[in-house]
């Protein structure tokens, strides 16, 4: 340890108390839906967190079409809070009288890599909504228009983000997160004044995220709110990351 | 100077204490520490492109409280600090980052920065 002299920290304020906690952000689980089939396919967000929460996922099988030689089409369509896949299986006409249709167990593969081995299968997907999640299950019913798969929705859910492990909790006794990149600390005790609060972000690889205060009840409640944000966007840390946050209260109103 | 009565500051935590020091960046990044300001700093090496490496003079047990930095230009920079490691109980030493957005980004050449470090000189709660 440093063996030295150490000067006397000073305010002008009287009772001016220096608070600090270490903090690491919580893990966060992807939501995921499931399509009610014979054999169910079960759709995971890419994302992980709550953002995709209530968000749908929906099948449409449409029906058979003269399409283009031996394809079958699949359109993705919507917003990402509102998927939607409508597959055209082909009835043959172009292709020598065969039809061609995909299975369940194929509409995952098609899910997940963007086309289907041994089938022509003619992506259209302009907003990229494909890619948003993963599919796994299905078997080898085939989609039938008003039959396996057509109209059926899923609704995502169970996505999370944990509360932060306060490391250092001679500063917060417990941090919570309300909402996205919104996190309420509560401090062992209160204070008279909060006179400034600052966070700074522990990670060995370069991440935009600033911390930011969003209000405080030291007085009242012995709380303060933060953000944790990229640009104004408000972001949750990944699990790897730590703050350090500092508060200097005051403890005396004279 | 001040003549006023200032008043102790505390702490919940024992043996805090803060270290500043400034340094001053030249062409692609080059740091040279202040040292008549920077006080318990041995040497800042840059380590990459924004990326630096603070040596201290003393190892401190209890680590990093808090640390900060502000650039100090009279050009407007979009440049923040982040702390990228924490070894000052074992090596002496503070790692940093000066970003721009999520990149690692050398301070402009003539710029200047002042650090803060609160640091722990003990394990004791």
Sequence with gaps: ?254 | MANRNFNRKQALEKEVKDIYFKVSFGATGAPTLSASDSLGVASIERDAQGTYTVTLDDKYHGGIKFFDGVLLDAAAEDIYFQLKADSVASSKEVEFFCNTGATATDPSDGSVALFKLELKNNTIR
Excluded: C, H, W
């Excluded at chain 1, 054999?39 to 709550?50: H, P, Q, R, W």
């Excluded at chain 1, 039938?144 to 500063?171: I, K």
């Excluded at chain 1, 209160?190 to 690889?205: C, D, E, H, Q």
């Design chain 1, 1 to 254: 340890m440093a063996n030295r002299n150490f000067q006397t920290r000073q305010a002008l304020e009287k009772e001016m108390k220096d608070l600090y906690s270490n903090i690491t952000f919580g893990a966060s689980t992807a939501a995921t839906a499931t399509l009610d089939l014979t054999e169910d396919i079960v759709l995971t967000s890419v994302a992980a967190g709550d953002d995709r929460n209530d968000e749908t996922f929906t099948v449409q099988v449409a029906a058979a079409a003269d399409n283009p030689t031996d394809t079958v089409l699949a359109v993705f369509s919507g917003t990402a809070a509102a998927i939607t896949v409508t597959i055209t299986p082909n009835d043959g006409t172009n292709n020598s009288a065969t039809p061609v249709n995909l299975t369940t167990a194929e509409l995952v593969e098609l899910i997940n890599d963007g086309s289907v081995t041994g089938k022509n299968v003619t992506v259209t997907d302009t907003s990229s909504l494909r890619a948003l999640q993963t599919a796994t299950g299905g078997d080898t019913t085939p989609l039938a228009d008003s039959g396996e798969g057509d109209g059926v929705a899923a609704t995502f859910a169970n996505g999370a983000v944990a509360d932060p492990t306060v490391n250092d909790d001679l500063g917060f006794s417990s941090v919570a997160r309300s909402s996205k990149g919104v996190f309420l600390a509560t401090l062992p005790e209160k204070y008279n004044k909060l006179r400034s609060f600052s966070g700074m972000i522990l990670l060995s690889t370069v991440t935009d995220t600033k911390i930011q205060l969003v209000s405080e009840a030291m007085a009242t409640a012995g709380t303060i709110t933060f953000r944790t944000i990229t640009g104004t966007t408000l972001v949750d840390p990944s699990s790897s990351t730590k703050a350090l946050l500092k508060m200097e209260v005051r403890n005396s109103s004279v």
